[in-house]
């Protein structure tokens, strides 16, 4: 039996802002910092065999604060990285919808399937982080397993372990400096806390 915890990063101040963003490399706020420290005590009982974050610096920083661990200490998978929003990074949706009409209108009649400019679309991002976590499943070993990281690479890697479709990855959300706890045997996986 394995359990998997999956955590969400804490605040920064792009999220603050509510702007679009996946591989802009910022780091955690006060209060983001806050949110890991208290999730380091909800954890702190747990010893983790295996810390795997995405190489941005907010994640790190979240893994390090919540493990008491440095940096050289984590399994870093840059396929792990959020959706890539592109010319779209650190904007609004009505700036883009002002600036890129087109291409905005394009983005909500398919959102799964359209590339956003010079970024990606949800489909390849799906198929990204689904190949990396298939492939870190295999690698996995001891009991527990802690991955920290964004919320769609978060939601991606519930789906998978749930064994749900691609469209499944919408009724999940992963709340700031919180984990999930997933415990799997034979494949087959339990939901045991979600967003504590």
């Not at 050289?72 to 650190?90: A, P, Q």
Request: aromatic share 14%; hydrophobic share 35%; proline share 2%.
């Amino acid at each position: 039996m394995i359990n998997i915890y999956l955590a969400r990063h804490g605040e920064t101040e792009l999220n603050k802002k509510k702007v679009y963003y996946g591989f802009t490399d910022v780091p955690l706020n006060s209060k983001g910092e806050t949110q890991c420290q208290a999730l380091k005590q909800k954890l702190i009982n747990v010893k983790f065999d295996t810390v795997i974050t995405s190489p941005l610096i907010r994640v790190v920083n979240s893994a390090e604060i919540i493990t008491g661990l440095k940096k050289e200490n984590f399994k870093l998978y840059k396929d792990l990285r959020e959706l890539n929003f592109g010319k779209w990074e650190d904007m609004h949706y009505w700036e883009i919808e002002k600036e890129y009409p087109d291409e905005w209108k394009a983005w909500c009649k398919d959102s799964e399937g359209y590339c956003t400019p010079n970024g990606e679309s949800f489909k390849v991002f799906y198929e990204r982080v689904k190949f990396c976590f298939e492939g870190i499943q295999k690698e996995i070993t001891g009991e527990n397993v802690l991955i920290v990281g964004h919320e769609g690479v978060l939601k991606i890697i519930a789906s998978i372990i749930l064994n749900l479709r691609i469209k499944d990855y919408w009724r999940f959300t992963f709340e700031f400096g919180t984990y999930s706890l997933f415990e799997v045997e034979d494949n087959f996986a339990v939901i045991r806390k979600i967003n504590y």
